[in-house]
Protein backbone atom coordinates (compact mmCIF):
# COMPACT_ATOMS: atom_id res chain seq x y z
CA UNK A 1 0.00 0.00 0.00
CA UNK A 2 1.60 3.32 -0.94
CA UNK A 3 1.10 6.24 1.16
CA UNK A 4 0.82 9.99 -0.70
CA UNK A 5 0.07 13.16 1.08
CA UNK A 6 -1.88 15.73 -1.30
CA UNK A 7 -4.02 18.78 -1.25
CA UNK A 8 -7.02 19.96 -2.47
CA UNK A 9 -7.48 24.28 -3.29
CA UNK A 10 -10.65 26.40 -4.02
CA UNK A 11 -9.43 29.96 -4.29
CA UNK A 12 -13.15 30.92 -3.70
CA UNK A 13 -15.78 28.79 -2.75
CA UNK A 14 -19.14 27.92 -3.29
CA UNK A 15 -20.15 29.31 -6.36
CA UNK A 16 -23.56 29.75 -4.91
CA UNK A 17 -24.18 30.30 -1.20
CA UNK A 18 -26.66 28.13 0.43
CA UNK A 19 -25.39 25.66 -2.40
CA UNK A 20 -22.60 23.55 -1.13
CA UNK A 21 -19.49 23.16 -3.28
CA UNK A 22 -17.85 19.56 -3.88
CA UNK A 23 -14.44 20.08 -2.20
CA UNK A 24 -12.92 16.17 -2.65
CA UNK A 25 -14.41 12.94 -3.28
CA UNK A 26 -12.71 10.00 -2.42
CA UNK A 27 -11.66 7.93 -5.55
CA UNK A 28 -12.24 4.05 -6.29
CA UNK A 29 -9.50 2.45 -5.15
CA UNK A 30 -8.28 4.58 -2.12
CA UNK A 31 -8.56 5.26 1.37
CA UNK A 32 -7.86 8.83 2.69
CA UNK A 33 -6.75 10.29 6.01
CA UNK A 34 -7.98 14.12 6.50
CA UNK A 35 -5.16 15.62 7.87
CA UNK A 36 -6.05 19.60 8.28
CA UNK A 37 -8.39 22.26 6.73
CA UNK A 38 -8.13 25.53 6.52
CA UNK A 39 -11.19 28.23 5.65
CA UNK A 40 -10.00 31.89 4.46
CA UNK A 41 -12.54 34.75 4.08
CA UNK A 42 -11.84 36.40 1.47
CA UNK A 43 -15.02 39.13 2.15
CA UNK A 44 -14.80 42.58 3.52
CA UNK A 45 -17.33 41.52 6.28
CA UNK A 46 -18.51 38.58 8.63
CA UNK A 47 -19.04 35.44 6.77
CA UNK A 48 -20.83 32.39 8.20
CA UNK A 49 -19.62 29.00 6.70
CA UNK A 50 -20.14 25.17 7.28
CA UNK A 51 -18.64 22.06 6.28
CA UNK A 52 -20.10 18.85 5.83
CA UNK A 53 -19.01 14.85 5.18
CA UNK A 54 -20.96 13.21 3.25
CA UNK A 55 -20.58 9.47 3.39
CA UNK A 56 -22.79 6.21 2.81
CA UNK A 57 -20.73 3.71 3.34
CA UNK A 58 -21.53 1.11 6.54
CA UNK A 59 -18.78 -0.97 8.30
CA UNK A 60 -18.96 -4.59 9.53
CA UNK A 61 -21.99 -5.08 11.95
CA UNK A 62 -22.69 -1.01 11.84
CA UNK A 63 -25.16 1.62 10.73
CA UNK A 64 -25.16 3.07 7.39
CA UNK A 65 -23.15 6.18 7.37
CA UNK A 66 -25.25 9.47 6.96
CA UNK A 67 -24.48 13.23 6.19
CA UNK A 68 -22.85 15.11 9.09
CA UNK A 69 -21.79 18.73 10.19
CA UNK A 70 -17.56 18.99 10.87
CA UNK A 71 -18.90 22.59 11.40
CA UNK A 72 -22.22 24.28 10.95
CA UNK A 73 -22.54 28.18 10.35
CA UNK A 74 -19.51 29.29 12.18
CA UNK A 75 -18.84 33.18 12.05
CA UNK A 76 -15.58 33.87 10.36
CA UNK A 77 -14.42 37.56 10.66
CA UNK A 78 -13.45 39.42 7.51
CA UNK A 79 -9.72 38.84 6.73
CA UNK A 80 -9.72 35.69 9.37
CA UNK A 81 -9.23 32.22 9.00
CA UNK A 82 -10.75 29.11 10.46
CA UNK A 83 -9.46 25.33 10.78
CA UNK A 84 -12.15 23.35 11.33
CA UNK A 85 -10.43 19.94 12.62
CA UNK A 86 -9.80 19.09 15.92
CA UNK A 87 -8.10 15.65 14.60
CA UNK A 88 -8.13 13.49 11.55
CA UNK A 89 -11.06 11.90 9.86
CA UNK A 90 -10.77 8.69 7.91
CA UNK A 91 -12.97 9.06 4.94
CA UNK A 92 -13.72 5.89 2.41
CA UNK A 93 -14.70 5.26 -1.09
CA UNK A 94 -17.31 8.01 -2.30
CA UNK A 95 -17.38 9.76 1.18
CA UNK A 96 -17.58 13.42 0.01
CA UNK A 97 -16.64 17.06 2.05
CA UNK A 98 -18.31 20.09 0.96
CA UNK A 99 -18.53 23.69 2.19
CA UNK A 100 -20.70 26.47 2.36
CA UNK A 101 -20.76 29.98 2.75
CA UNK A 102 -23.23 32.36 3.57
CA UNK A 103 -21.80 34.41 0.37
CA UNK A 104 -20.85 33.19 -2.83
CA UNK A 105 -17.53 32.92 -3.51
CA UNK A 106 -16.19 34.24 -0.25
CA UNK A 107 -14.24 31.39 1.15
CA UNK A 108 -10.93 30.12 0.47
CA UNK A 109 -10.40 26.74 0.86
CA UNK A 110 -7.38 24.05 1.53
CA UNK A 111 -7.74 20.54 2.66
CA UNK A 112 -4.70 18.19 3.16
CA UNK A 113 -4.92 14.68 3.20
CA UNK A 114 -2.94 11.47 3.07
CA UNK A 115 -4.10 8.97 0.22
CA UNK A 116 -4.01 5.05 0.83
CA UNK A 117 -4.07 3.11 -2.47
Known amino acids: MANTFK ?26 VMLGMTLANVHTAQVTCSVTLVSTTTQTGQTQNTTAHLIKDVSIPAGSTLSP ?25 TMSYMEIT
Do not use: F, H, W
Not at 8 to 30: F, H, L, M
Open 7 to 32: LVTRDVAPATAGTPETIYTVQTGSTI
Open 85 to 109: LEGKINMNVGDIIKVDCSVADKLSV
